[in-house]
């Protein structure tokens, strides 16, 4: 009888077990497949890509999606050292990761980090008013549609455009939705975007990647939107509409804002005009309650004007749709501020080339004197054209 008593520790360590006269290596088999499976693991756990955001890529805007495949449970992703929000594994992107990452503006280091792996790429977050030339339009940004990539996707994406994709009667007709459907989940939606037609800005087949937007925003815009004749015969025109850049002010896609507007009336023309901002905010300072109430846009149109700087109106009409002559004096008779003093029609002093207004007295926006005034007493603010 042979007793089965506990293996020795040479044999669980990989030492010979005895049959006989013959001698097999079971410990050293047992430990050469522990170690091959436990390499096998650790190559597999660092065994990712970045197929988007491509290194070096560049985007206009403050975002950019990210695509990692194989999906993977303790995946990590860091801008500029940052963590991002954790990604959500949908099944319908099979085995890969779909995210969208906030960017700063200039360059940005994604980190991307499974396990003790790292993997890092370089995208540039260019401003939405950097200048295009005309005929030098640059195919920016992460190139998911060109062949490569496109092979990666259609694993799981229809990737061919067909009838229902040019013209699709609900969402799911789309193919452009079973990705860019964040695009589509705003509160106020481009009219293209709201009916799922992509392919009424981006051009199927154009220079560089698929369905790129291969005009000059305005020139695009203006397909659709006669901004360029409604502007064309007014003096002065806004800034980023005179240089062409619809989208420095409305995103193409939607927003939360009406007219799909990058951010609320003020807030968005502050981000411009900055030293007015600080102004109006300043701790002493009065400001205009039509700016607190309505924003900028009720005195100034934000594409053209007749009327610098953009006013809807000339200053002094402008004034008197809110404040009632009748409450300052009858203009015509000259009462205001005083019986025979001009309020129009006549050279500002200090300024010869332009017309005395209400605004050569009141600043417009905020002052740190009552009645939105220049100077903080009359006295001064006489002597500023009055020297005697």
């Not at 007749?306 to 009858?330: F, V, Y």
Request: with cysteine.
């Amino acid at each position: 009888m042979v007793a089965n008593g506990p293996k020795s520790r040479t044999e669980w360590l990989g030492g010979a077990s005895h049959d006989g006269d013959a001698m097999r290596p079971v410990g050293l088999i047992r430990w050469t497949l522990l170690i091959c499976l436990i390499v096998a693991c650790a190559a597999d756990a660092g065994a990712f890509e970045v197929s988007v955001p491509v290194d070096g890529s560049s985007v206009h805007g403050s975002s950019v999606a990210i695509v990692v495949r194989p999906n993977h449970p303790d995946l990590r992703v860091a801008v500029n050292g940052e963590l991002q929000e954790p990604f959500v594994s949908n099944p319908r992107y099979g085995n890969s990761a779909h995210g969208r990452l906030t960017l700063m503006p200039g360059d940005n280091i994604v980190t991307v980090s499974v396990g003790a792996d790292d993997h890092q790429v370089r995208v540039q977050s260019r401003p939405y008013y950097g200048l295009v030339k005309k005929n030098n339009r640059e195919n920016s940004g992460s190139p998911f549609h060109i062949p490569e990539r496109e092979r990666e996707c259609a694993e799981c994406h229809r990737m061919v455009v067909d009838a229902a994709t040019r013209k699709p009667a609900i969402r799911s007709d789309s193919i452009c939705t079973s990705c860019h459907d964040d695009l589509t989940r705003s509160d106020f939606l481009h009219g293209p975007v709201g009916a799922f037609i992509c392919l009424a800005c981006h051009e199927e087949a154009s220079d560089g990647p698929k369905y790129s937007v291969v005009k000059v925003e305005s020139e695009h815009c203006n397909g659709c939107h006669k901004t360029k004749q409604e502007v064309s015969d007014q003096r002065y025109v806004h800034g980023p509409l005179a240089v062409g850049k619809c989208i420095v002010c409305h995103d193409p896609h939607g927003s939360q804002v009406k007219y799909q507007l990058h951010d609320a009336n003020s807030a968005l023309c502050f981000g411009c005009h900055v030293q007015l901002k600080h102004e109006i905010e300043a701790e002493t300072a009065i400001s205009h309650q039509v700016i607190r109430d309505q924003g900028c846009t009720a005195c100034h149109d934000p594409h053209a004007s007749q009327h610098s700087p953009h006013l809807r109106q000339s200053a002094e009409e402008l004034c008197i749709s809110c404040h009632d002559k009748n409450n300052l004096g009858e203009y015509t008779s000259r009462q205001h501020p005083v019986i025979g003093h001009p309020s129009r029609g006549v050279p500002d002093p200090r300024q010869l080339d332009q017309q005395i207004s209400c605004t050569t007295c009141h600043q417009p926006h905020s002052s740190a004197a009552p009645g939105l005034l220049r100077a903080e007493d009359y006295l001064q603010l006489c002597m500023q054209c009055h020297k005697k």
